[in-house]
């Protein structure tokens, strides 16, 4: 089995504002290491697989930033989509690509800008859940019990396990983000598990699935070029025809080869600036979480940022800190998802978009 | 009468960081206004006096940058103090200096960091003061009726006004920053008012009065040169043999001649980001006090400062929140005395000069 990453990098969270940018987005930021999200998804998967055998996906004018985060990986794997539609096109376009990549290969989706701890376990799994994948002709999709009622996942309702203490079992149904009511339910009834987006599959396993329940992507797949990032035109036809669909949405929900990997690492999709803090307040290590130089006397429950300068805070409680070269946020942690709001206030003020 | 005023401007204040810093201490800060606060206040002796008829002494670091800040005054004017001496051998050399300005001379020693509102009560108030010096040969300071029980504050006890119904009267004591029971027994008992540390006198009466009562500073004051910046030797050894006390201590207190003048303009000695909050919310413009760019979404009484950028809040409350571009603030207004703490946590850290 040889495992040939893909990893979606084509976002644009406006969610870590100030730091993120519209030409710095999440994936490409330092939340979790001193290097870019992106990089440490690279580095997790160091032994799993090939910088060679690593595809990126990300938005065109990214291309370049993303070419400078991961510069092992060869260029002309660095997909830069000219408009976003999704992630069906690209996992579409990936299992295409790597259609005759030999009989062994084993494509596995993967988000650029998730926290996955630890990454010895990740990768151990990962492996596994690709020999599943390979040997049962299945695309397997990672998902993870939940630990909260969490409005902002998907769920997947299991159904039977393959083998009496297996960790890979069918799908009993894909669920939307669930209202809190609902996603309490899940949460408690053992039963539903997080999405994490990550799916494992032989390409030819995708594609069949794909000709069998998204016939409008197949078809404009002959088309694309037969060597990546050859023909601008080719790729530009192809987003410019695709519907814009999740693939959960235009495969995964009617595929009878899906199956679920019950994962042992921990996984949270780094929503906020908060989340940031919980993940490390869950490893113990202080109530304050702190990037870059910051100097917290007497504060409490803080994330601080400083990119580049320093964040000094007196008698901070429950507070995100961040501090740019241009702009600092501060908010109280439980209020985060109002960061969108201030975004859109300066969307509209005039001169607002420097600071986007 | 001739005004003269002599501008003190030698404050090395940290409450103001981080926009205060080494180089560019409170009174060169835009605090008040678009402009630094030693320019308001030069401009708010337009038409009580001429800007080549005022000093400025500085140290002598900083005297470029208080030249640039107040180009209308002469060069030569901007006297920069080789080693700090606190106030009396300042005002001493000031008065030295003037001593052959004429009949008609009175020097007004005033603070450049100051809050002084409205500036025509303020410039009425100063000619008349000058004027009363100048008939009575006095030494005339302004004071307020305290408006809240400051310990941070030295007070006067008034004695007998000199006329009925005069706002100038003699002093009966001189008090020191009191403790906060003494401080409400001062703001509530109608016989103290708030030291606001402004003289005005003819430089003759001043030099009589050290004389008498501060001898070893009079002493040296006829080796200084004729001429202003023209010896800087003999400024040095002035300065290196000065001892470093108050002009109350060593004068005021002690002389016969001193007179107070209830003042009817408002002042504030701005010691902290919270004064800034507490003079506008007397003015009624509003719970939150902002300068530069912001953005505060549903925030209350906080006082937010843009250095250059933006700063941008969701849900904040009775915070302080300094953006720079290599530091961030953070502070609940009611602890701005701890930012002295967190100066001296960058004192004593490696690298943290950087910020000072």
């Known amino acids: ?26 994936q490409l930021l330092p939340l979790l290491s001193e290097r870019s999200m992106l990089a440490d998804t690279l580095a997790r998967l160091r032994g799993a697989a ?4 690593t595809f990126v996906i990300t938005a065109r ?21 000219p ?8 996992v579409a376009l990936a299992a295409w690509w790597l259609r005759d990549a030999g009989e062994d290969a084993v494509v596995a989706v993967l988000p650029s800008d998730h926290r996955v701890e630890p990454a010895e376990r990740f990768r151990e799994e990962l492996v596994r859940a690709g020999e599943a994948a390979l040997e049962r002709g299945a695309i397997v999709t990672f998902c993870m019990p939940p630990t909260r009622p969490e409005t902002g996942y998907g769920y997947i309702e299991v159904g039977a396990a393959t083998a009496p203490g297996s960790p890979l079992a069918t799908v009993a149904a894909f669920r939307e983000k669930p209202d809190l009511a609902t ?23 995708m594609l069949e699935e794909i000709r069998a329940h998204a016939p409008e992507i197949a078809e404009l797949l002959p088309a694309l070029p037969a060597r990546l990032a050859e023909d601008e035109a080719a790729l530009l036809r192809y987003y410019g025809a ?16 899906a199956l679920v990997a019950r994962a042992g690492f921990a996984w949270d999709d780094l929503g906020s600036w908060a989340a940031l803090g919980q993940g490390e307040a869950a490893e113990g290590s202080g109530s304050n979480v702190t990037r870059g130089r910051t100097i917290l006397l007497d504060s409490d429950g803080v ?44 969307k509209a003020e005039p001169g607002g978009d420097a600071f986007l």
Chains 1, 2 share one sequence.
């Open 61 to 81: 004018d990214l291309a370049g930033a993303v070419r400078d985060a991961v510069p092992e990986i060869p260029h002309h794997h660095v997909v830069g989509e």
């Open 242 to 257: 695709a519907p814009s669909v999740s693939i959960d949405v235009a495969v995964m929900e009617r595929s009878a080869r």
């Open 303 to 346: 994330v601080a940022f400083a990119d580049g300068g320093l964040v000094a805070a007196v008698g901070a409680r429950d507070l995100v800190i961040v501090h740019t070269p241009d702009a600092t946020l501060v908010c109280p942690k439980d209020r985060v998802q109002e960061v969108r709001a201030l975004v859109a206030r300066l």
């Open 1 to 26: 089995m040889r495992l040939h990453p893909v990893i979606l990098a084509g976002g644009r969270g406006e969610r870590f504002w100030p730091l993120s940018r519209r030409a710095r987005p999440k």
């Open 50 to 53: 090939l910088p060679r055998d």
């Open 83 to 90: 408009v976003g539609k999704n992630t069906a096109p690209a």
């Open 183 to 205: 996603a309490s339910r899940y949460a408690s009834d053992g039963r539903h598990l997080w999405n994490a987006g990550m799916f494992l599959f032989p390409p030819g396993v």
